[in-house]
């Protein structure tokens, strides 16, 4: 097969990463980058393509076979409508869009035109939450009952000076940046969550935006679960120091960020190991537990969804998170916001 035509739309921090992975995969190829800012033409000229600043233009002379669309969120709806109406199929980076109504409006574009949207959330390509999806919804820990979860790390001074906006609240903060990661994951691997409740603090970096939250959530099979977030404290306990997803980070193996309890059984993440009685126990605390642990092979979870969406433009696969799962993954993590500003628990 010919390689597939790659438009890039945004060649910023994570657009510089899409271009790696597109250059590096023989069944697709680079075809032109777009970008507002025409500085970024230097990163056109260095992988040797062209570089527009008009996104019609673009998918006018290229005639691209999918668009990776990497622009800041406000963007991404007027991307999608433009490569909608050229029947692009797009890769749209998380989160779908800067608003509900604009993710709305996203979704209503692939209902209409039929042209697949997939939303980059991409750890649900990796192996680890795949398993745990496996496990917990395959009943191998019995009926779920609750889940924790801990997102606990130190964001260096300079991550904030280097991008104001993070200090803010129109885009800012671990909720919107981090915690949306954390929230699609457990949509993925447990279900929909059904109602949320959380404070939140700026006491740490006294910011105008949060630094650390604490949540408790309902999801809707009645499981209950809670969660503990922070960019202002010195611990291993996210996922991404845990999963060792990215060799940017340092790994801390040994540790979990998750930790989902059945009615059989317990399960640990990313370590997972499961924990239970052997069948010919009796269960109860005056007993032994047992432990095995779950291997999987450890690949990249963008190379597996650049593949995915090389699969999804051939016709070959849905897309894995479509419009509508990025818009509930959006809807579930403002939720967490707006119960922390209003102190009450919000129903989705």
């Known amino acids: 097969m010919e390689p597939l035509k790659i438009a890039l739309i ?28 025409p500085r970024r033409q230097t990163a056109a000229a260095q992988v040797e393509t062209r570089f527009y600043t008009d996104l019609e233009h673009l998918c006018q002379a290229e005639h691209p076979d999918g668009a990776i669309i990497a622009t800041p969120n406000q963007f991404h709806t007027t991307g999608a409508e433009i490569c909608a109406r050229y029947s692009i199929p797009m890769l749209i980076e998380k989160p779908l869009a800067e608003s ?52 606990l790390l130190r964001k ?6 280097l991008g104001q906006w993070r200090a803010e609240p129109s885009g800012g903060g671990p909720i919107l940046i981090n915690l949306i990661h954390d929230i699609d994951n457990l949509r993925y691997i447990c279900g929909d969550i059904e109602q949320i409740f959380a404070y939140s603090s700026s006491a740490a970096r006294g910011f105008a935006v949060e ?13 209950i679960g809670s969660g503990v977030v922070s960019d202002a404290v010195p611990a291993p306990w996210s996922y991404e120091l845990t999963s060792g997803e990215s ?23 990313p370590q997972l190991r499961v924990w239970l009685y052997l069948p010919e126990q009796p269960p109860g605390w005056y007993h032994p537990l047992t432990q095995y642990q779950i291997e999987v092979d450890r690949i990249d979870p963008l190379l597996a969804q650049l593949d995915h969406f090389l699969a999804v433009i051939r016709g070959e696969a849905s897309p894995l998170v479509s419009a509508q799962d990025g818009l509930q993954t959006l809807v579930t993590t403002l939720a967490v916001r707006e119960s922390a500003q209003r102190n009450v628990p919000i129903n989705l």
């Not at 510089?16 to 075809?31: E, F, M, V």
């Not at 260096?156 to 000076?161: A, I």
């Not at 630094?211 to 009645?222: A, P």
């Not at 340092?250 to 317990?266: L, R, V, W």
């Open 100 to 151: 509900i109504s604009q993710a709305k409006r996203i979704v209503e574009i692939t209902a209409t035109t039929g042209v697949p949207v997939l939303v980059g959330h991409h750890r649900r390509h990796n192996p680890l939450v795949q398993k745990a999806r496996e496990v917990v919804q395959g009943g191998d820990i019995g009926q779920l009952v609750s889940v924790s979860i801990m997102w």
């Open 247 to 269: 060799s940017a980070y340092p790994h801390y193996g040994e540790q979990n960020c998750y930790i989902f309890a059945g009615t059989k059984g317990s399960l640990t993440f």
């Open 10 to 37: 945004g060649a910023g921090l994570i657009g510089q990463r899409h271009i790696d992975l597109i250059k590096a995969n023989p069944a697709c190829q680079l075809a032109g980058i777009c970008d507002v800012d």
């Open 156 to 161: 260096p001074d300079d991550y904030f000076e």
């Open 211 to 223: 630094d650390t939250v604490t949540l408790s959530f309902r999801f809707k099979h009645g499981a």
